[in-house]
């Protein structure tokens, strides 16, 4: 059973520049959430889907926005870009509506932006 | 607001041997679960054990246990006969039980096995 998908695995943009980061769950997973991981900040959750619907949003700025398509993968975009924006992008995934059981990761997608 | 506090950043254990890795919490739910997660170098988030709240057992997952105090809003995990493949950061974690699926993580502790 494949894992959480996440692509590209390295990015480097500039500055002011957009970024779309892609997210296939494993298959039969409708939620997918997101996280943000940076040495200063630690982990700080983005937003999380299900079934195409934005269930909660973490306490970032609109410059960062997200959507899930009908076959639960996921995208999440960054548009002008700064230079707090380089993190480690985790996508999750769960089965269920409550995900208790806890999400699986992804390996992330290393954003540097200079 | 929930917080999470891993006091301990960076602790090492000899192969073999027990280290226990504690975290503490701030919440007033009633209802909710912790997780610990190990992230090695490769950078994925591994699910390594999970509690429920209302449940006063303590998980067990292998070399890997909990001592769950919800009163004192502790938990911390237990890793047993270490490995080196346990070298890694440790991350608790903790989910409401409804209304927001997202994890609050603590800040992590880095762990490293010597030979």
């Known amino acids: 059973k494949a894992g959480v998908t996440q692509t590209p695995r390295y990015l480097i943009k500039t500055r002011g520049q957009q970024v779309t980061l892609s997210c296939s769950p494993i298959s039969g997973h409708r939620s997918v959430s997101w996280y943000q991981q940076t040495p200063g900040q630690g982990l700080q959750f983005l937003f999380e889907y299900f079934s195409e619907t934005q269930r909660n949003k973490g306490n970032f700025p609109g410059r960062f926005s997200g959507r899930q398509f009908s076959n639960s993968r996921s995208e999440m975009n960054v548009s002008t870009l700064e230079l707090g924006d380089s993190a480690l992008y985790l996508c999750a995934s769960s089965p269920g509506t409550v995900s208790t059981y806890g999400y699986t990761f992804g390996s992330g997608t290393r954003l540097t932006v200079v | 607001a929930q917080t999470v506090t891993q006091s301990q950043p960076e602790m090492s254990v000899q192969e073999a041997e027990t280290v226990t890795l504690s975290c503490t919490y701030d919440?007033?739910?009633?209802?909710?679960?912790l997780f610990w997660y190990k992230q090695p170098p490769s950078r994925q988030m591994i699910l390594v054990i999970r509690?429920?709240?209302?449940?006063?057992q303590n998980a067990t997952e292998n070399r890997f246990s909990v001592n769950f105090q919800k009163a004192a809003k502790s938990f911390s995990l237990k890793i047993s006969d270490s490995q080196l493949g346990d070298t890694a950061m440790y991350f608790c974690?903790?989910?409401?039980?409804?209304?927001?699926?997202?994890?609050?993580f603590g800040t992590g502790t880095r762990l490293k096995v010597l030979a």
């Open positions: 509690q429920e709240a209302y449940k006063q």
């Open positions: 974690a903790f989910m409401k039980q409804s209304g927001t699926y997202k994890y609050i």
């Open positions: 919440t007033s739910e009633s209802n909710y679960y």
